[in-house]
């Protein structure tokens, strides 16, 4: 049963820079059927897409956060990572990764990590 | 960039009601409309995805049609599980998709 879970620090001061991994388990991150994403909730908002990533390499940044957003992949280890630069409180909230598949009717969010809380503040 | 709009933004019903949420899409996307059930404290959940399949072990209760720019999910004899927050989502031009602000269904 394919699982994700995702690490980092759940405090981040304002201004540098926000990592998470995203760690695979029960099944290879280098399946050429799926991408895999980020997803995050700010408090008390809806849901918002961050980007996605491939495990060749290639990445889709949402238009909003691309100028801030790095997403990497480590096939050796199984995980993907994220980093969002430049973090003000606006960017605290739950996030998520994911896995979608890469065509449009496969594309929803069919397994999900159980998410992280990064607040940032200093 | 296709932008959805969901409708109403909250809900209030009883237990064995009906309801009905709405998704509006900018543009015309297909059947490429998915929708999530999220619980707080808990990773969202597909329920229905390309407009109207049911997602594996999902209660028969919930159903979703729809084509082009107008969707929707119904939830039938609601339970007390139900009430939680739905969210539509596009990825009509995956692997960029975009959600719906939410519906918070809650018990009247």
């Known amino acids: 049963q394919l699982q994700l879970q995702e690490s980092g620090p759940g405090l981040v001061k304002p201004s540098e820079t926000l990592s998470l991994t995203c760690t695979v388990s029960?099944?290879?991150?280098?399946?050429?059927?799926?991408?895999w994403g980020w997803i995050r909730q700010p408090p008390g908002k809806g849901l918002e897409y961050i980007g996605s990533i491939y495990y060749r390499g290639t990445t889709y940044y949402n238009p909003s956060l691309r100028s801030r957003v790095t997403m990497s992949v480590d096939t050796s280890k199984n995980e993907f990572s994220l980093k969002l630069s430049s973090v003000t409180a606006a960017d605290t909230g739950v996030y998520y990764c994911?896995?979608?598949?890469?065509?449009?009717?496969?594309?929803?969010?069919?397994?999900w990590g159980q998410g992280t809380l990064v607040s940032v503040s200093a | 960039d296709v932008q959805l709009t969901q409708s109403p933004s909250s809900l209030s019903a009883s237990l064995g009601d009906t309801v009905t949420i709405t998704c509006r899409a900018s543009?015309?996307?297909?059947?490429?409309l998915n929708w999530y059930q999220h619980k707080p404290g808990k990773a969202p959940r597909v329920l229905i995805y390309?407009?109207?399949k049911l997602q594996s072990g999902v209660p028969s209760r919930f159903s979703g049609d729809g084509f082009g720019t107008e969707f929707t999910l119904t939830i039938s004899n609601l339970q007390p599980e139900d009430f939680a927050t739905y969210y539509c989502q596009e990825t009509y031009s995956v692997p960029r998709c975009t959600f719906g602000q939410g519906t918070n269904l809650e018990i009247k």
């Open positions: 543009q015309t996307i297909g059947t490429f």
């Open positions: 029960g099944g290879s991150i280098s399946n050429n059927l799926y991408y």
């Open positions: 994911a896995r979608h598949g890469i065509s449009a009717a496969e594309g929803y969010l069919h397994s």
């Open positions: 390309s407009a109207s």
